[in-house]
C-alpha cells in the first residue's frame, strides 16, 4: 500500500521560509520504483479548491510551477531517499492552506498539475503564514 507523509509545515512569518518533505512508503507494491513516479504539491485554503502548485517528472528533467508561486518556490526530489522537496521563500498570508503531496506513476514527460491526474495523495501538512 502506497502512503504518503508530508512534514516541514507549521507557523511562519510573512516573508519567511519552509521546507516541505514527503516520505513515501510502499511504492514497490505496483511492482515500481520511486524513479518510476512523477511528484506534485498541491494546497488547499479553506473554502478553496484543492491547486496544484508544482510538480517534477520521474527523470527530474521537467518541473512545473505555478504562476502564482514562480519564483518563490523549488521542487527537487531525492531518489536515494524516495523523498520529493518542496522549498517555499518570502510567504505571504495568501499561501496559508494545507499542503499535500502528490505521486502519478508516470515515466513520461510531465507530472501532476490537476488533481484529477493524482494516483496517490498524502494527509497534508497545514502551512500557516502569520501577517
Known amino acids: 500500500q502506497v502512503q504518503l507523509t508530508e512534514s516541514g509545515g507549521g507557523l511562519v512569518q510573512a516573508g519567511g521560509s519552509l521546507m516541505l518533505s514527503c516520505t513515501a512508503s510502499?511504492?514497490?507494491?505496483?511492482?515500481?520504483?520511486?524513479?518510476?513516479?512523477?511528484w506534485g504539491w498541491f494546497r488547499q485554503a479553506p473554502g478553496m479548491e484543492r491547486e496544484g502548485i508544482s510538480c517534477i517528472n520521474w527523470s527530474g528533467t521537467y518541473t512545473y510551477y505555478r504562476d502564482s508561486a514562480k519564483g518563490r518556490i523549488t521542487i527537487s526530489r531525492d531518489d536515494d531517499k524516495n523523498t520529493p522537496y518542496l522549498k517555499m521563500n518570502s510567504k505571504t498570508h495568501e499561501d496559508t492552506a494545507m499542503y499535500y503531496c502528490a505521486a502519478e506513476p508516470s515515466n513520461g514527460l510531465g507530472g501532476p498539475e490537476e488533481p484529477a491526474e493524482v494516483d496517490y495523495w498524502g494527509q497534508g501538512t497545514q502551512v500557516t503564514v502569520d501577517s
Open positions: 510502499g511504492l514497490r507494491d505496483r511492482g515500481l520504483a520511486f524513479d518510476d513516479y512523477a
